[in-house]
């Protein structure tokens, strides 16, 4: 079984810093691309950032320049340091990595249970 936990979230005021890390255990043969989501309650999930195996990046536009997503492969974690948080920043923050579980499994994407970030002063 896959499992991937989050850690690194709480509450933050604004204008200050966070660092999320998503570490992934578990029967995985190779891990491609990992990213961030965050949800608040009645909206839908949205990419915050993702990373792709060889290191290319993509960032939702209002999170450009305070955010920035890596990857540590040998660890399988990604990370997620966030700067300049500002309210609307604010929401449940998941990592999903897409992997395969042995070397003929299809690719499959996998989530996180989600770490909340608040911010407040």
């Known amino acids: 079984q896959v499992r991937l936990v989050e850690s690194g979230g709480g509450l933050v005021q604004p204008g200050g810093s966070l660092r999320l890390s998503c570490v992934a255990s578990g029967d995985i043969f190779s891990i491609y691309d990992m990213g961030w989501y965050r949800q608040t309650p009645g909206k839908q999930r949205e990419l915050v950032a993702s990373i792709t195996n060889d290191g290319s990046t993509n960032y939702e536009d209002s999170v450009k320049d305070r955010f920035t997503i890596s990857r540590d492969n040998a660890k399988k974690m990604v990370y997620l340091q966030m700067n300049s948080l500002e309210p609307e920043d604010a929401a449940v923050y998941y990592c999903?990595?897409?992997?395969?579980?042995?070397?003929?499994?299809?690719?499959?994407?996998?989530w996180g249970q989600g770490t909340q970030v608040t911010v407040s002063s």
């Open positions: 999903k990595v897409d992997l395969r579980i042995r070397s003929l499994s299809p690719r499959s994407n996998y």
